[in-house]
């Protein structure tokens, strides 16, 4: 099992029984792949960044080459040794950690090279060691635009957000991280290199081995690097903080933006106030862009070549004469737009500074999203009447992030008893209502339980029996996505 601390919840099976990586193992290795860097463990590898699991492994393998990629996997695969990819560390769902003694993660961090850039194809091939900053500047310097944004963008890494299909602000106008890809290379259990980094958009050879590995979260083969898509950059963009009256006028809201401005809407992002009061403890230099202090508000998002700002700005006036805003700050500056973001931006970190009970990512339809927040809310509050609730997200996709937080005053070790049912509560509301409970998060080992219990049956047979046809000995990332997967 995992280690937890008081803030963990359920247990995380390792089902599969591999052979430990030991000192003789990991001599042969080093003489089989020399250029490899084998590393003691330490914490930078075995915990996730809140703090609150820890994981353990025989040593951390650090390749700079595909084919060293290749041949360390052989090697385990013929062992019976598990592996567990590592990005750059970010993930929330603890895919990046496992308890089980003599399993060896393989981090990608030393292959961290921008291959390609080529602004004619609109195409970028990068390593899976590369951060995501690291391909937006190159986009940028290219002339051309990644749109894909999350607020780890600095240390999250592209193998990482590929294998856990990573969302962010920006799905509602340019897709999810696999909506973004052309092509990948990866290898797979037996050591296999795929080859595939094209530059098509149009491609039907066979079955799509790239839509495949993204979002396996490294179960099915370990991408060690892709081939991106790049947009035009927009020369235009307009950025407004408004003051909404709940979820349901956010989404009329939206509505009415779409029907007047169409697809130029970029991000939609949905906050409460209790966000900003977890800012002015923890930020108290963050100004808040309202004089009044509203109970929801939105930032939304425009960009086209022109007259994308001005437009918003009429909308939103006659967003004004129908009710659906009651305030609004519109950005007049870059510096401005970077305010207004910044606060959306540190909302995640406000959350993890105050210690939540339980963290939520879930996605409804968006007829069901309000009734979500108010029957959720009841529904938490029937459990722990004194516990805060920070709800906020990505509405314009349905994605929000649910939190809940102890009462002023008390940490969430005296909720410890109440966490599961907190949890089960939210998933089976969000299950009733037609969503999911893995919005962009991923599953690794932290919702496997909640895969097994809300997935159709069928579609989780096919998910095995993929498992079991690429990954026979369940050595890449065992114990994450799929639990108790029967093989051979």
């Known amino acids: 099992m995992l280690s937890r601390d008081s803030g963990g919840v359920g247990s995380y099976r390792l089902d599969m029984t591999l052979a430990p990586a030991t000192p003789a193992f990991l001599d042969r290795l080093a003489q089989a792949v020399p250029a490899v860097r084998i590393d003691p463990p330490s914490a930078r590898w075995l915990e996730e960044p809140r703090g609150k699991w820890t994981g353990q492994a025989a040593a951390i393998l650090r390749p700079s080459t595909v084919e060293d990629v290749s041949t360390i996997l052989r090697m ?251 305030d609004a700050v519109l950005a007049q500056s870059e510096a401005q737009r970077d305010a207004l973001w910044a606060i959306r931006e540190t909302i995640p970190e406000g959350n993890r500074m105050t210690g939540a009970i339980m963290s939520h990512d879930i996605s409804v339809p968006l007829s069901q999203l309000a009734d979500f927040v108010a029957r959720g809310n009841e529904l938490v509050r029937a459990i722990a009447p004194d516990a805060r609730i920070n709800c906020f997200g990505h509405v314009g996709d349905g994605n929000l992030h649910y939190n809940v937080f102890p009462a002023p005053g008390r940490n969430r070790a005296e909720y410890k008893e109440l966490q599961d049912s907190i949890q089960r509560a939210v998933h089976d509301l969000t299950h009733e209502l037609g969503g999911s409970v893995s919005a962009e998060h991923g599953v690794g080992r932290f919702k496997v339980g909640d895969l097994e219990r809300y997935s159709d049956p069928g579609r989780l047979r096919a998910q095995r029996a993929i498992k079991a046809a690429m990954d026979p000995n369940g050595i890449l990332n065992p114990g994450a996505v799929l639990s108790g997967v029967p093989l051979g």
């Open 76 to 326: 385990c695969n013929e062992a019976g040794i598990g592996v567990i990819p590592y990005g750059g560390g970010t993930g929330l769902v603890g895919g990046q950690l496992t308890s089980a003694e003599g399993v060896l993660v393989l981090s990608l961090d030393r292959m961290a090279t921008i291959r390609a850039s080529v602004p004619e194809d609109n195409m970028i091939e990068v390593e899976a060691g590369v951060t995501l900053q690291a391909v937006q500047q190159a986009a940028a310097d290219a002339g051309r635009l990644f749109p894909l944004s999350i607020a780890s963008e600095g240390t999250a890494c592209i193998g990482g957000i590929l294998g856990t299909n990573a969302g962010g602000t920006a799905v509602l106008r340019y897709g999810n991280a696999r909506d973004l890809v052309l092509g990948i290379e990866a290898v797979l259990a037996d050591g296999t290199i795929i080859r595939d980094l094209k530059r098509l958009r149009k491609d039907n050879t066979g079955y799509d081995l790239r839509h495949l590995l993204i979002g396996s979260e490294g179960t099915l083969g370990i991408i060690t690097a892709a081939s991106l898509r790049l947009l035009p950059r927009p020369a235009q963009r307009g950025t407004a903080f408004l003051a909404v009256d709940n979820p349901a006028g956010a989404l009329s809201l939206l509505h009415k933006l779409h029907s007047e401005l169409g697809e130029v809407i970029t991000a939609f992002e949905l906050m409460h106030r209790q966000g900003l009061d977890f800012l002015a403890e923890f930020f108290p230099n963050m100004a808040h862009p309202l004089e009044n202090n509203p109970e929801w508000m939105v930032l939304v998002e425009v960009s086209a070549a022109t007259g994308c700002a001005d437009a918003l700005q009429d909308a939103l006036g006659a967003a004004f004469e129908d009710g659906l805003i009651s």
